[in-house]
Nanobody, 130 residues
Framework: QVQLVESGGGSVQAGGSLRLSCVTS????????MAWFRQAPGKGREGVAT???????LYDDSVKGRFTISRDTAKNTVYLQMNALKPEDTGMYYC????????????????????????WGQGTQVTVSS
């Protein structure tokens, strides 16, 4: 059973930074589509950042220019660097993986949905105060 284990969440003030980590299998990091989702209280999960095995990235408009998704194959880890954090970034952040990820048509429209990913971590909480 493949696991995805997130860490790095915490409480920060607006304008601060955090780096989330997702440790999983080497095969997933090198070959799968990896993504970060977040879920605010009372809302569904929304795709924040996605990274394909080919190195293409896709970001939600709300985080473009502030968040960066990357991977380190030597450490079997996918990262989400979050800068200039805002209170609306608060939520539970989940790491996700899938062999295919979003349909190409959805990718072209910038749509990344929960249903596109098969494997999930347990999440790490991020709280940004104003």
């Amino acid at each position: 059973q493949v696991q995805l284990v997130e860490s790095g969440g915490g409480s920060v003030q607006a304008g601060g930074s955090l780096r989330l980590s997702c440790v999983t299998s080497a095969y997933f990091v090198e070959n799968y589509v990896m993504a970060w989702f977040r879920q605010a209280p009372g809302k569904g999960r929304e795709g924040v950042a996605t990274l394909t095995n080919g190195g293409s990235t896709l970001y939600d408009d709300s985080v473009k220019g502030r968040f960066t998704i990357s991977r380190d194959t030597a450490k079997n880890t996918v990262y989400l660097q979050m800068n200039a954090l805002k209170p609306e970034d608060t939520g539970m952040y989940y790491c996700a993986a899938d062999s295919e990820g979003p349909h190409p048509g959805s990718w072209a429209l910038g749509l990344v949905e929960e249903k596109d990913f098969k494997y999930w971590g347990q999440g790490t909480q991020v709280t940004v105060s104003s």
